[in-house]
C-alpha cells in the first residue's frame, strides 16, 4: 500500500516524467543495493524515502559515458553447500578457468563436508558467512539472527580459517529486513547482495538461458548471485568466462572487489554489453 501510494504522489507532482519513478518504485528489486557496509544507514539504503527513490532514478539515467571509467571487475559468488558431488564439479570447473570466486558456505553443511570446506579455500577461493542453518531470517528473533550469523561464522573460521567469515554476510534467500542488517552492522558484518541474481535456483533454469541472462544484465563493477548446487551453472561457466573475458572484465572474489571500489560504484555500477 505504501509503495502504491508512492507512486500516486509521484505521478500527480511529476506528471509526464513520472511514469519511470513508478516503474523504480513498484520494482523494489532495481533499488536493493549490492552491499550494505557497517557504516552506512541501513534504513536508507534498503528503504529509501520518496527523495530517494526519485535521486537512484536520476543517477540511473545517467549516460553510459559518465560512467565508462567503472571497472570492469566480477565477482562469481555461489551459495549454499558445500554438497559432495557438484561443489568438487564446480571446483574444477573454475579451477581450469582460473577464476577465484566468493563462496557463502552453510555453516551446518561446511561442517558436515570438511574436506570440501578445505578444498574451496586451498584452490584459492574466498569463503563467507551464509548463516549456520539457512533459515528464513525474516522470521526469526533478533537473538536467533544473531546467533545464526556467528555461529556460522565461528564454525566456518573453525574449518578454513579465512577472516572473510567474518567480514562477509548473505541473507539466505535474500529473504532480510532492515532489523537483520543492522545486527550484522552490528557484529561488523558487510552485507553482501547482489547486481544480478542469475536465478539458477529455479528448476527449470538452463545452462544457455543462465548465459544469455549474465550477459543481457553485465554491469561494471558486478557482483553474480549463483548457487553451488546446480548443474546448469557449471556448464554455462566456460561461455559466460570466456565472453566477460573478451569484453574486458577480470574475475575477482567479494574482497578482492571491495578493495578495488567504492561502495557508491558497486551499489551504482554501469550498465554494459557484453
Not at 45 to 60: D, M, Q
Not at 183 to 199: E, F, M
Not at 244 to 268: D, P, S
Amino acid at each position: 500500500m505504501k509503495r502504491n501510494l508512492l507512486a500516486i504522489l509521484a505521478l500527480l507532482v511529476l506528471g509526464a516524467g513520472a511514469y519511470g519513478i513508478y516503474r523504480v518504485i513498484y520494482h523494489e528489486e532495481h533499488l536493493q543495493p549490492a552491499i550494505v557496509t557497517p557504516q552506512m544507514d541501513a534504513q536508507q539504503a534498503l528503504s529509501p524515502s520518496l527523495a530517494g527513490h526519485i535521486k537512484r532514478l536520476l543517477n540511473e539515467n545517467v549516460s553510459y559515458g559518465d560512467r565508462a571509467g567503472r571497472p570492469k571487475l566480477i565477482a562469481l559468488t555461489f551459495d549454499d553447500g558445500p554438497y559432495p558431488v557438484f561443489t568438487p564439479l564446480l571446483l574444477d570447473t573454475l579451477e581450469r578457468l582460473n577464476v577465484h570466486a566468493t563462496f557463502f558456505l552453510i555453516g551446518r553443511d561446511a561442517q558436515q563436508w570438511p574436506e570440501l570446506s578445505l578444498r574451496i579455500e586451498q584452490d584459492g577461493n574466498e569463503i563467507a558467512d551464509h548463516t549456520y542453518t539457512h533459515p528464513d531470517l525474516d522470521k526469526e528473533t533478533d537473538a536467533q539472527v544473531r546467533n545464526e550469523i556467528v555461529k556460522g561464522g565461528r564454525v566456518l573460521f573453525a574449518l578454513v580459517h579465512d577472516r572473510a567469515v567474518f567480514d562477509l554476510f548473505r541473507p539466505p534467500h535474500g529473504r532480510y529486513t532492515t532489523q537483520t542488517v543492522k545486527i550484522a552492522q552490528s557484529l561488523g558484518y558487510k552485507t553482501v547482495l547482489w547486481n544480478d541474481d542469475g536465478g539458477d535456483w529455479r528448476p527449470v533454469t538452463t545452462a544457455q538461458g543462465l548465459e544469455e541472462h549474465l550477459e543481457a544484465h553485465a554491469t561494471a563493477p558486478e557482483i553474480v548471485l549463483l548457487h553451488s548446487g546446480r548443474l546448469a551453472t557449471i556448464q554455462m561457466l566456460p561461455e559466460v568466462v570466456a565472453r566477460f573475458r573478451a569484453a574486458g572484465y577480470r574475475f575477482v572474489t567479494v574482497g578482492q572487489l571491495l578493495a578495488a571500489v567504492k561502495t557508491f560504484e558497486l551499489n551504482h555500477p554501469a550498465k554494459l554489453h557484453v
